[in-house]
């Protein structure tokens, strides 16, 4: 029987693991060179001026909900189709999460939706470049019209751009400030669990390596409530090797993601997902929607290739938001997709044979 293909791969290299190495030999283990060098490299690539790593994506989105004074008493506007991390780092600062509904095409926040749930107490947006594709840069202008921040969950985004007034954009420069992780299942990883918040904005530059080492200044003392939210030297010396990488990566996700979409255009009963005009998908995740998710998933079972209903259950009906205002409303096209997205191993660490393994089985589904 041929191997499973699994939906996540991590990469892992003779070059990451000597880099793993030779920090770990330099007795230098946190708060070092290797931390500073991947904050600039990854703020050049994503063209801002400000970067420092953390401990994860949660905690990139917790401090910049922080950075931003966003708690008690505030509301953060958020998609309910998106990982929970996106909501509950809002109640965890003690503001209120307020759910809106997504695009039926691109399955980013719809921004008419938000325009509705825009109150006094709203005092900032989180959108969520989902599976890597962009939200639309109309999100932009509302958050600029109405003076809210936008904070950027670019988690499943790396290396993801969109044009906006007239320049192509990367993740990461898309927001007020922006949060990406290094989860192993992601574009670029770290060896375990890592994040990244970036912004080009001047005073939260200022203060973004500070919220992540307990709100200290260069002279130790703690300015603003912070906590130990640092990456390891080591972890941050991995994720530099990999960010060498990520292009070369993206190419090949790109050249597979083409390739599934051509063959599901010819099956009646699958549909490949869309991609915003003027945009670059970075494919985190592959997505096919389908009415019949269940019998899907069991017919690439049979074929030993990984699929799974990406989020079954939307964020507002998970049990932590029982007690929430929302949580009887219903998000039609949220809830419609949450039935019908499955997600197919795309990653880059796919061989040709698996390549043709998950397309055969594709074309073989009716």
Not at 238 to 250: A, E, P, T, V, Y
Not at 298 to 320: A, F, G, Q, W
Not at 341 to 346: H, T
Not at 349 to 355: A, F, N, P, S
Request: proline share 4%; with cysteine; hydrophobic share 40%.
């Amino acid at each position: 029987m041929p191997e499973r293909i699994p939906l996540a791969r991590p990469s892992w290299t003779d070059e990451m693991r000597q880099a793993a190495i030779n920090t770990l030999d330099s007795g230098r283990w946190v708060k070092g060179p290797q931390g500073r060098a991947f904050a600039e490299e990854f703020a050049n690539y994503c063209g801002v001026a400000y970067a420092s790593p953390c401990n994860s994506g949660s905690g990139a989105l917790i401090a910049a909900l922080r950075l931003l004074g966003i708690g008690p008493g505030d509301e953060v506007i958020v998609p309910s189709l998106t990982f929970i991390a996106t909501a509950t780092s809002v109640s965890m600062t003690g503001a209120t999460p307020i759910f809106a509904e997504v695009e039926p095409d691109f399955w980013c926040l719809d921004v008419e939706d938000v325009k509705k749930r825009i109150t006094s107490k709203t005092k900032g947006v989180i959108g969520v470049h989902l599976f890597g594709q962009c939200y639309t840069t109309d999100l932009i202008d509302l958050c600029q019209e109405h003076h809210l921040a936008l904070i950027e969950d670019a988690a499943q985004a790396h290396g993801a751009s969109i044009v906006h007034k007239g320049a192509t954009t990367m993740a990461g420069a898309l927001g007020t400030i922006s949060c990406f992780s290094f989860f192993p299942s992601k574009n670029v990883a770290v060896g375990g669990e890592g994040g990244m918040i970036t912004s080009v904005d001047a005073e939260i530059g200022a203060r973004i390596k500070s919220i992540v080492d307990h709100g200290r200044d260069g002279s130790l003392q703690s300015q603003e409530v912070g906590t130990n939210m640092r990456m390891s030297e080591v972890f941050a010396s991995i994720g530099r090797k990999q960010l060498m990488h990520l292009d070369s990566w993206l190419t090949k996700r790109r050249s597979i993601a083409t390739k599934f979409s051509d063959v599901l255009d010819a099956n009646a009963h699958l549909h490949a997902p869309s991609i915003r005009s003027n945009s670059n998908h970075a494919w985190h995740q592959f997505c096919i929607q389908t009415t019949s998710a269940k019998q899907f998933i069991e017919h690439m079972n049979n074929h030993d290739i990984d699929s799974r209903l990406i989020y079954p259950i939307p964020c507002h009906h998970h049990p932590v938001y029982a007690d929430h205002p929302q949580s009887k409303e219903v998000f039609s096209t949220t809830q419609r997709l949450c039935r019908e997205l499955v997600a197919i191993p795309v990653h880059h660490g796919l061989t040709e044979d698996e390549v043709e393994r998950i397309l055969e089985a594709i074309r073989s589904y009716s």
